[in-house]
């Protein structure tokens, strides 16, 4: 490529000089360096850059021109550090002590909210705890009267006996109808719900909800629930690591089909059982639009089509379930519908034993979404079934 300027002659004066200042020689050719090879990016002579030199053909600059563009790229370089130190300058003058005053101001707006917001809860718990308290009271008040009305009543009753037994007794043989009538009118005592506290007045959704919240904070993580392959129906495919079950409509060929195992419903049971104590576990059940997640005695039938053996028709089971778009809570053949506002992508299950306490929550929100009493008789296994694509446990 030819020179920029005048190209260089092959000669040893050739170009232009720069005052008396000496130059550095050419090793090759000892002739001053008053040239530069883009290509090669160093200094050459001019017979270098001449016809027969090794850069011939290359773009060629006189030294001083690229002389100068350093020195304007290296001004240029300045002035953008200047620019940027000063910009860096008023950054820390101005703009950092702003962001520190809305740091400050607006964690106190956020500390002055925590507040507000856990007295508002405080509050409100003080008071349900006092109404809750008052109600137990006022329950415990009127069980305790009624036992000392019955208790009054049964006293003068066995009283009025007691004088007709022995007016019977002394009189047997003058015996007044009216006595008789009224020993006959005098009942044995019977059973009265009156008589017993009702444990239901402690039942509070608020109270709930908050248990349920702290509970779920304070455990160390969800049980390590799987599946125990030998109850898996035939029509369920198990996972490898066991947490995972798909719906298939036709019966695996390969299932043995021992005692333990669903043969007609798509139910499985876990290989873990639960005794006493909280345990919690959760299922994700996104994929899926029929499903049941709850807890099951081991006296569970497995064989058969009938009712013994469906998961919530029978008294061996408890189990949520959905199906398509309606939700429910079943045991023994009775199915609660459940109102949720959307399908739940994952569902979690509270097991308190000491309570006897079964409850269904949405994890990602916390939200209870039903909870059960009940006495249960025995150890309690996680259960499941689907009937739509699959759900797994969640670990």
């Given at each position: 490529m030819a020179?920029?300027?005048?190209?260089?002659?092959?000669?040893?004066?050739?170009?232009?000089?720069?005052?008396?200042?000496?130059?550095?020689l050419c090793p090759e050719h000892d002739q001053p360096l008053r040239w530069f090879c883009c290509s090669e990016r160093r200094l050459v002579c001019a017979a270098c850059a001449g016809l027969?030199?090794?850069?011939?053909?290359?773009?060629?600059?006189?030294?001083e021109e690229r002389a100068e563009e350093l020195r304007n790229k290296i001004v240029d370089q300045c002035e953008r550090l200047q620019l940027q130190s000063a910009g860096i300058t008023k950054y820390v003058a101005e703009v950092l002590p702003g962001k520190n005053q809305r740091a400050v101001s607006t964690a106190s707006a956020a500390r002055e909210l925590v507040i507000q917001r856990l007295g508002l809860v405080r509050s409100l718990c003080e008071s349900e705890e006092q109404r809750l308290l008052e109600q137990v009271h006022g329950e415990e008040e009127r069980a305790h009267q009624s036992i000392l009305t019955q208790r009054a009543h049964w006293a003068d009753a066995l009283q009025k006996l007691d004088t007709?037994?022995?007016?019977?007794?002394?009189?047997?043989?003058?015996?007044?109808?009216?006595?008789?009538?009224?020993?006959?009118?005098?009942?044995?005592?019977?059973?009265?719900?009156?008589?017993?506290?009702?444990?239901k007045c402690t039942l509070s959704p608020l109270l709930t909800q908050l248990w349920a919240t702290a509970v779920l904070r304070s455990l160390s993580g969800t049980e390590d629930v799987r599946i125990d392959e030998r109850t898996a129906s035939p029509l369920l495919q198990l996972s490898d690591d066991r947490r995972t079950l798909t719906f298939n409509a036709k019966k695996s060929k390969a299932c043995a089909d021992g005692l333990e195992r669903f043969d007609h419903w798509p139910n499985a049971l876990a290989a873990t059982s639960f005794q006493a104590g909280l345990h919690a576990w959760t299922v994700n059940v996104q994929n899926s639009c029929a499903y049941k997640v709850?807890?099951?005695?081991?006296?569970?039938?497995?064989?058969?089509?009938?009712?013994?053996?469906?998961?919530?028709?029978?008294?061996f089971s408890w189990v949520f379930s959905r199906y398509d778009q309606e939700f429910c809570f079943s045991h023994n053949g009775q199915h609660e519908p459940l109102r949720l506002l959307r399908c739940p992508a994952q569902l979690g299950v509270l097991l308190d034993l000491q309570a006897q306490e079964l409850l269904f929550y949405e994890p990602a929100s916390g939200t209870v979404l039903h909870t059960h009493h009940a006495a249960f008789p025995g150890p309690l296994f996680p259960v499941?079934?689907?009937?739509?694509?699959?759900i797994s446990i969640v670990h």
């Amino acid at each position: 490529m030819a020179a920029e300027s005048a190209g260089p002659g092959p000669g040893p004066g050739s170009g232009s000089g720069s005052g008396s200042e000496p130059r550095p020689l050419c090793p090759e050719h000892d002739q001053p360096l008053r040239w530069f090879c883009c290509s090669e990016r160093r200094l050459v002579c001019a017979a270098c850059a001449g016809l027969g030199g090794r850069c011939r053909g290359h773009r060629i600059r006189r030294a001083e021109e690229r002389a100068e563009e350093l020195r304007n790229k290296i001004v240029d370089q300045c002035e953008r550090l200047q620019l940027q130190s000063a910009g860096i300058t008023k950054y820390v003058a101005e703009v950092l002590p702003g962001k520190n005053q809305r740091a400050v101001s607006t964690a106190s707006a956020a500390r002055e909210l925590v507040i507000q917001r856990l007295g508002l809860v405080r509050s409100l718990c003080e008071s349900e705890e006092q109404r809750l308290l008052e109600q137990v009271h006022g329950e415990e008040e009127r069980a305790h009267q009624s036992i000392l009305t019955q208790r009054a009543h049964w006293a003068d009753a066995l009283q009025k006996l007691d004088t007709i037994r022995t007016s019977l007794v002394d009189m047997l043989t003058h015996l007044d109808d009216l006595q008789l009538i009224e020993a006959e009118g005098i009942l044995d005592p019977q059973e009265s719900e009156k008589l017993n506290f009702n444990e239901k007045c402690t039942l509070s959704p608020l109270l709930t909800q908050l248990w349920a919240t702290a509970v779920l904070r304070s455990l160390s993580g969800t049980e390590d629930v799987r599946i125990d392959e030998r109850t898996a129906s035939p029509l369920l495919q198990l996972s490898d690591d066991r947490r995972t079950l798909t719906f298939n409509a036709k019966k695996s060929k390969a299932c043995a089909d021992g005692l333990e195992r669903f043969d007609h419903w798509p139910n499985a049971l876990a290989a873990t059982s639960f005794q006493a104590g909280l345990h919690a576990w959760t299922v994700n059940v996104q994929n899926s639009c029929a499903y049941k997640v709850g807890v099951a005695l081991v006296q569970l039938p497995r064989k058969g089509s009938g009712s013994d053996s469906r998961l919530g028709h029978n008294a061996f089971s408890w189990v949520f379930s959905r199906y398509d778009q309606e939700f429910c809570f079943s045991h023994n053949g009775q199915h609660e519908p459940l109102r949720l506002l959307r399908c739940p992508a994952q569902l979690g299950v509270l097991l308190d034993l000491q309570a006897q306490e079964l409850l269904f929550y949405e994890p990602a929100s916390g939200t209870v979404l039903h909870t059960h009493h009940a006495a249960f008789p025995g150890p309690l296994f996680p259960v499941f079934a689907v009937a739509d694509q699959t759900i797994s446990i969640v670990h």
